[in-house]
């Protein structure tokens, strides 16, 4: 029987995790909500609402360039078959550009909602390839696909990966200024070439983050999170980042590092650590800097995208 209504819920993710630039993500429990129903319309479109359904303008696309329809119709030129155009209902929780990986939400939903149109059961292995080379990484779309914290790295077109094993389960406080920064622009400060001492420092800390996490030896996570690869160059962009990831710390989080290309910036804290007061000291930091941001206490999301046929 053709699938005419398919829904896919993509998890929040944050990126890099401070040293493991590229590689590590991390998911959280928030998630999109993208419905795809086959339409006798021409074009495809999509349309975002809030959570409470009442229609928002994000500055996405709308049209056949939305990332979610594009990864979709990819799917289908990809197997040699024709998209049919479809209505795409967002109803947008993960923040967008502000580096929580709403661009992998959108990518993994249009790829996973294509196989069901297919009819075909969505391959774990393709999805993780297509998506990753549709954003460029793979750090967002592994974690997106298949929950928990993951590494990810290219090897020429194939995603290899690995689920890093959490022996406590922790949750994110995570502050998000009121301004976006683009992917691209945070990419364009990064140097071309970095000292050596600065790669074998963030070898270090990346290499001491993944066994930390894994053995549970989370007294390690306040230098684990360290980085010379990225968040220096980058928090000119972010007024107030640094003190905030400190004054994080100071409340009470394990660690805490710039989510992806930011703005945002994220803090992991055990599963009965005090969110709210490292929300309140996060805040509040930025509050200094002038930047308004509001802050969400989430628990990792143990799925990744998950999908139904309505
Ligand atoms: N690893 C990427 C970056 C994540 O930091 O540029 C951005 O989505």
Known sequence: MPVDKVIVRAPATSANMGPGFDS?????????????????DRESQAITVDPDGNQVSLGVPTGSD??????FATAFREAGQEAPAVRVRIINRIPVARGLG????????????????????????????TAARIEGHPDNTAACILGGITSSSFVGARVLWARVPICRSLRAVVAVPDFPVSTRAARNVLPGN??????????????????SLASGNY????????DRLHQPYRSGLVP??????KAACDAGALGSYMSGAGPSILALIADDG?????????????????????????????????FEVA
């Open 66 to 71: 939305n990332l979610a329809i594009r990864a």
């Open 24 to 40: 590590l993500g991390f998911a959280m429990e928030l998630r999109d909500e993208l419905t795809f129903e086959r339409t006798a």
């Open 194 to 211: 970095v000292p050596y001492s600065d790669a074998v420092f963030n070898v270090g800390r990346v290499a001491l983050l993944v066994a």
């Open 240 to 245: 107030g980042m640094v003190n905030a990831m």
């Open 102 to 129: 709403s661009s992998a939400a959108a990518i993994v939903a249009g790829l996973m909602a294509a196989d069901v149109f297919m009819g075909v059961q969505p391959d774990m292995q393709r999805l993780l390839n």
């Open 219 to 226: 007294a390690n996570l306040r230098y684990a999170f360290d």
């Open 274 to 306: 005090p969110g709210e007061l490292v929300a309140a000291a996060m805040k509040e930091a930025f509050a200094l800097a002038r930047v308004t941001a509001a802050t969400m206490v989430l628990p990792t999301a143990e799925s990744g995208a998950l």
